[in-house]
T-cell receptor, first 111, second 114 residues
Framework: GEDVEQSLFLSVREGDSSVINCTYT??????LYWYKQEPGAGLQLLTY?????DMKQDQRLTVLLNKKDKHLSLRIADTQTGDSAIYFC???????????FGAGTTVTVRA | DVKVTQSSRYLVKRTGEKVFLECVQD?????MFWYRQDPGLGLRLIYF???????EKGDIPEGYSVSREKKERFSLILESASTNQTSMYLC?????????????FGPGTRLTVL
């Protein structure tokens, strides 16, 4: 199956930028996603990017995709305490129902 | 507003019991999914369904079965619960061919098997 890998933990100071990294192995991935899970809640889609794009920006969120290295990153500008959560990277092929998720990165924002 | 609901937030069962986890979506989505979430492992797909009465095995179907008798409802069944099925279970739905784009998730059911 497809492998999606992320680092497990990230600690960041309030007001700084956070960068969460993800690597994937399936070169035929078409959609790449970032989901956020707050404590005790389900997953909420933050943003996604098509594999023919290099970058996508949405307010404080910037997604960068390096297709050659199969590397995806999520940058959160001006990180706030409400950004403390688990962030999941996921990928999906156009012709498949399945999402393949990484293990999730727990982001802790400290004052 | 899009909504996926799950019948219980927390559930405690004993080894050997039959367990039903229910999921309902109100978006008329064709596709529904059951995942389990474990620390350090992320989400792993148990089963999915792309139409009423249709089901496909995911990556970890052993010990589970599913039922989709109506479009809006997708049930996960543990025929004989075991302690290694203690986990967070998440249901999701989406529309479109080949699974669409965004999957919408329910709040999860935290199941403990004693």
């Amino acid at each position: 199956g497809e492998d999606v890998e992320q680092s497990l933990f990230l600690s960041v100071r309030e007001g700084d930028s956070s960068v969460i990294n993800c690597t994937y192995t399936d070169s035929s991935s078409t959609y790449l996603y970032w989901y956020k899970q707050e404590p005790g809640a389900g997953l909420q889609l933050l943003t996604y990017i098509f594999s023919n794009m290099d970058m996508k920006q949405d307010q404080r969120l910037t997604v960068l995709l390096n297709k050659k290295d199969k590397h995806l990153s999520l940058r959160i500008a001006d990180t706030q305490t409400g950004d403390s959560a688990i962030y999941f990277c996921a990928e999906k092929r156009l012709d498949d129902y399945k999402l393949s998720f990484g293990a999730g990165t727990t982001v802790t924002v400290r004052a | 507003d899009v909504k996926v609901t799950q019948s219980s937030r927390y559930l405690v069962k004993r080894t050997g019991e039959k367990v039903f986890l229910e999921c309902v979506q109100d978006m008329d989505h064709e596709n529904m999914f059951w995942y389990r979430q474990d620390p350090g492992l992320g989400l792993r797909l148990i089963y999915f369904s792309y139409d009423v009465k249709m089901k496909e095995k995911g990556d970890i179907p052993e010990g589970y079965s599913v039922s989709r008798e109506k479009k809006e409802r997708f049930s996960l069944i543990l025929e004989s619960a075991s302690t290694n099925q203690t986990s967070m279970y998440l249901c999701a739905s989406t529309t479109g061919l080949a699974g669409g784009r965004e999957q919408f998730f329910g709040p999860g059911t935290r199941l403990t098997v004693l």
